[in-house]
């Protein structure tokens, strides 16, 4: 035998189980967002590396040390994407679609980060984005909210709570960040080497550091959501009054920050206790300036990604999704001339039952072993088609479940079997 090849490290497989919970998750986010009129848009998953350094930022974590960059044969240097939002703006300035228009759109997919994998973080994970672009007040922000509250409520999740914060205006971080910068000092040997580097790059970045050390230096910090400006502290005013009256709880986290450079305003993140380290399984905020930095015309904008994977792990945690037992028909063929009817019998069952799941068998074997393999495919009932059926035009059905007497049909009946009495279905 040859020498197996193994996967790369943090990049998974996703299958069985897991799989179930990856198409529950994209399936319930594709119809929340089609509910409230977005439209899906599907991006590269490769762009220029230039794109990401200009967007999410040099100094970030991302662009610094965790994106997957290469040369292609021209030369050029491009990279896996690390996050959506950035492809998804330069889609929007290249396709002219922000002339005069709002656009609301979402999409899904694989992302590229070598972090150190973990649980809930992971070299490829998966994230399924929001964007909306073109409307700059506070009803936005909150639809995007009660948009995602919605879908936490459709998957059946519990637990989440909504964190939010305002970062205010570009000009208003910045007078902050100074403020910042200057407390954060007084402690720059107590600092981690993270928070060290950070101090001077991306100092607001110390505050969301996930290092318990660090806490209180951050508790003691000034605060952001002090310092706002007031056309910024009017639109984190509406949001919040919003929530009250809607009835979604939130707690305000001045040191919610994000980790991306571009976000203004609103941010928020839905966090859960459950995962670990990894508790955020959906974030997202305000951009106003980034279509502008990426060189459109200043667009505003808002919008969120969730973490599929972490959304997967807390439907299997709270057990939201059971393996179930795929097949509702089984077909057993017992005997030499059966393959080519059983064929045509599946076939025909498939077209007029669009929504039960028909298995025939495939790669022979003894009846009773037959047998097993039906019960093990959780099928209702077993077709059991001999050569004496087939002579006779007619089919056996055995139910799986229920005491019931087994039944021999005319193959002319056995449509109107599963479909004028429901109760078979
Ligand atoms: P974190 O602070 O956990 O590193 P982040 O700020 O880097 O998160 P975003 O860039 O905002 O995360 O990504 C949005 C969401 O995508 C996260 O809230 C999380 O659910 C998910 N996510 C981000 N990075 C990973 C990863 N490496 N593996 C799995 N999921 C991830
Ligand atoms: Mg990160």
New binding site residues.
């Given amino acids: 035998m040859s020498k197996q090849i193994s996967a790369i490290r943090g990049m998974n497989d996703i299958y069985g189980l897991q799989s179930q919970a990856f198409s529950t998750v994209l399936a319930g986010a594709e119809q929340v967002l089609q509910q409230y009129g977005y439209q899906q848009i599907r991006l590269p998953i490769v762009e220029k590396t230039e794109l990401f350094a200009r967007s999410i930022g040099e100094v970030t974590d991302i662009v610094e040390k965790e994106m997957y960059t290469f040369s292609d044969r021209n030369g050029d240097s491009l990279s896996l994407r690390p996050?959506g939002t950035a492809g998804c703006v330069r889609a929007m300035i290249e396709n002219g679609l922000l002339h005069n228009q709002v656009q609301k759109v979402y999409y899904s997919g694989p992302m590229f980060?070598h972090?150190r994998p973990q649980k809930?973080?992971?070299r490829q994970?998966h994230?399924f984005g929001v964007e909306v672009f073109g409307l700059e007040g506070p009803d936005i922000d909150i639809e995007l909210i009660l948009l995602s509250a919605r879908l936490w409520d459709a998957l059946g999740l519990e637990n989440l709570e909504l964190q939010i914060n305002s970062l205010g205006s570009q000009q208003a971080r910045a007078d902050y960040r100074e403020q910042l910068v200057r407390y954060l000092t007084q402690y720059q040997d107590q600092l981690d080497e993270d928070s060290q580097r950070r101090l001077h790059t991306n100092p607001l970045r110390v505050l969301d550091s996930k290092n318990p050390a660090m806490a209180e230096i951050v508790a003691g910090a000034p605060k952001l959501i002090d310092a706002l400006d007031e056309a910024s502290r009017h639109h984190f005013d509406q949001v919040c009054s919003a929530l009250d009256s809607l009835g979604i709880e939130y707690v305000v986290n001045p040191n919610l920050v994000?980790?991306?450079d571009y976000y203004n305003r609103t941010v928020f993140?839905w966090v859960t206790t459950e995962l670990g380290a990894?508790g955020?399984?959906?974030?997202g905020g305000r951009y106003d300036g980034l279509v502008e930095q990426i060189g459109g015309k200043s667009t505003p904008a808002v919008g969120f990604?969730?973490?599929i994977?972490?959304l997967m792990a807390l439907l299997v945690d709270q057990q939201k999704i059971v393996e179930t037992p795929s097949a509702d028909i089984f077909i057993v063929l017992a005997g030499p001339s059966t393959l080519q009817p059983g064929l045509v019998m599946a076939e025909m069952l498939r077209e007029a039952l669009p929504n039960q799941t028909v298995v025939m068998n495939c790669g022979g074997g003894s009846f009773k072993s037959q047998f097993k393999k039906a019960d093990k495919s959780g099928a209702r009932y077993a077709l059991i088609l001999g050569d004496d059926e087939v002579a006779k035009q007619q089919v056996t059905i055995k139910s799986l479940r229920e005491d019931a007497e087994q039944k021999t049909l005319e193959w002319d009946q056995l449509i109107s079997f599963f479909t004028v009495d429901k109760k078979h279905n």
Avoid: I, N, S
């Avoid at 955020?280 to 974030?283: F, K, L, M, R, S």
């Fill in positions: 996050e980060r972090e809930g973080r992971y994970f994230q994000r980790g991306l993140e990894q955020t399984v959906c974030a990604a969730m973490g994977e972490r």
